[in-house]
């Protein structure tokens, strides 16, 4: 099938335009839908998988949600570097904030597909499409992102806004934790000091999907000591992070062994692949491991010389 379903199309103006329409066209019941880059949703619904009654298209907020930006005061006293939602890929590549503070997005987005797709898929819409082999997703768990979502929903026909993390926020392949009536809006990862992240993907030819990838972020105490450590990873199943992993490099030295027993538990413990055109299920839980034990070890070279 290659032709979608019938569907009414509406151009969104501002955000608050966007929520409006989604709640006022959704009151009824009917599927409203965002558009952003429509990468995922348009081949979708011509393969008919998805049929929406609504499209609301946020082409036009590129500009109030395509940035990535420096804050200072975030958490902890450092900084935070924001990203709107409708940023794109090929901004996420071009980033010189992100190849200094998060080089792991660099490193994915070098993956991700061709430049067609990457100039315009947006973070937003990779994120809330939750494909099980996405690549943004395996970065902000990794890299302990919180995501800011909107709602029309509050008092007086105001605006609700809500944060979360990751592992909130990925209810499982293709299932976000965004209601209807809610858009998601910024990412916001830290800027931490003595931390560095990677990403490593093995895919079957060259912007595939991934037959296994992981992403990974490690920061470091004045005394070489891993202070904080994300492990994010995409296409073997399991939870977007993996918690048992993490907690096994906390306030340890980031020795080979450590990272060695960290990758172990990672891919035994925290991934759940099955076996598909892409590999076997063995295979792709051997390549996790392997791709954990490299990822690491590039974010803890790149967090030891890190400012
Ligand atoms: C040939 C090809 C190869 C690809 N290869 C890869 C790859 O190797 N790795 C990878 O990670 N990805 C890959 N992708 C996917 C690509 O990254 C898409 O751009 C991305 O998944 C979706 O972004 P989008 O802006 O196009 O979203 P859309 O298709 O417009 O939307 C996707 C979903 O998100 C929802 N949505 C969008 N924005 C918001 C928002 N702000 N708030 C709430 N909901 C929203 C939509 O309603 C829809 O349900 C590939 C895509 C193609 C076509």
Redesign the pocket.
Known sequence: MQVPAPFQYQRATSVEHALTLLAQLGAGGADV????????????MKLRL?A?DHLID?DDLAGE?GYVIETRGGERGTSEIRIG??T??RELLESPLLARWAPIFTD?ER????P???N??????????A?P?????AVCAAVGAQLV?RGAGGAGGSTSERIVDMDEFHRGPYR?C?AED????EIRIPAAPRTGSAYE?V?RRA????VAAAGTSLSLDRDGVVEAVGIGL?AVGGGVSCPRAQASLVGGAPTEEAIDRAAAIAAEQETDPVTDQRGSAEYKRHVAGVLVTRALRRALARAEVAV
């Open positions: 839908r965002i558009l952003a880059g429509g990468h995922s949703l348009l081949p979708m998805a929406p946020i949600l939602a409708m794109r890929h994915a993956v991700i597909a061709d067609i797709v990457r315009r898929g947006t973070i937003g819409g990779a994120l809330c499409q494909d082999s996405e690549d943004l997703s979502i976000t965004v809610e858009m998601l809006i993907k895919d912007g595939d999907w991934a995409a």
